[in-house]
């Protein structure tokens, strides 16, 4: 069994419902600027998005909000934003352009492939209701995000 069939027979839509099923724009139409993780998980991610993420790459920020925790010490030659609140990313210093999407009714991410060259997602997965079909299509932005 490949792996495609493998996680379509393991995870159900069942898996991902909410106990509240209200459409998501109504949720992020106000901002909120709140740090979902203390000072150890910001440092951790950092420190992780250093050794990873290419000086000088292209990065998405999924379901990004003011914050990337995003090294400040490294250069990316861009970092895209994709999430619901425009307020929020545009406070984010360390964006240089954002998108606002709703991952749970368009989980076909709206950019070319192999746009770039790393992708994070710092604390949001939990709310994905589709993460299998997001995460298939963040693979196809680049060819090192895919392998």
Known sequence: ??????????????????????HDEFFYTDPRFVVHIDDNAI??????????????????DL???WRSHLPKD??????????????????????????????T????????????DGAICTVSVQYMVKPVEVFRDVGRLSSTLGS
């Open 63 to 65: 379901m990004s909000s």
């Open 43 to 60: 440092v951790a991610a950092t420190r992780l998005y250093k050794e990873l993420l290419p000086e000088h790459g292209k990065v998405l």
């Open 74 to 103: 490294v250069r990316y030659a861009e970092v895209v934003g994709l999430g619901m609140n425009a307020d929020e990313m545009a406070d984010n210093p360390q964006l240089s352009s954002y998108v606002v999407w709703n991952l």
């Open 1 to 22: 069994m490949d792996d495609a069939s493998y996680l379509d027979f393991h995870f159900k839509p069942e898996h991902f419902r909410r106990s509240d099923e209200s």
């Open 105 to 116: 009714t368009s989980p076909s991410l709206p950019f070319e492939d192999a746009q770039f």
